[in-house]
């Protein structure tokens, strides 16, 4: 083997190691970038969870409270209409 083509081997496995490399780093950055993006995502998920919850809470709340309302109106009433059937 002469002296051009151990140049040509060692040029060809230098770029054969370089396109390895290459192309680990490329799948290795497009994996932590799905990563990041579904970390993103479970925490928009999170937020939107958290909110919905909080929602939940302040309607039931709103509805106790409405119930509670309603009742007092029921009472008010029927107390206008006995005093209405005493002075009728």
């Known amino acids: 083997m002469d002296h051009v083509q151990s140049g040509m ?3 060809a496995a230098v770029l054969t190691l370089a396109t390895i ?8 950055l497009s994996a932590t970038w799905r990563a990041r993006a579904q970390l993103a995502r479970e ?5 939107l969870a958290e909110q919905a919850t909080a929602a939940s809470t302040s309607a039931a ?4 409270r409405l ?7 029921k009472t008010r009433i ?3 209409e006995k ?5 009728a």
């Open 9 to 11: 081997i060692m040029g």
């Open 21 to 28: 490399i290459i192309v680990t780093v490329i799948i290795q």
């Open 43 to 47: 925490d928009e998920y999170k937020k």
């Open 61 to 64: 709340a709103a509805g106790h």
């Open 67 to 73: 119930a509670d309302d309603i009742s007092e109106i």
């Open 78 to 80: 029927a107390s206008i």
């Open 83 to 87: 005093l209405l059937r005493e002075v």
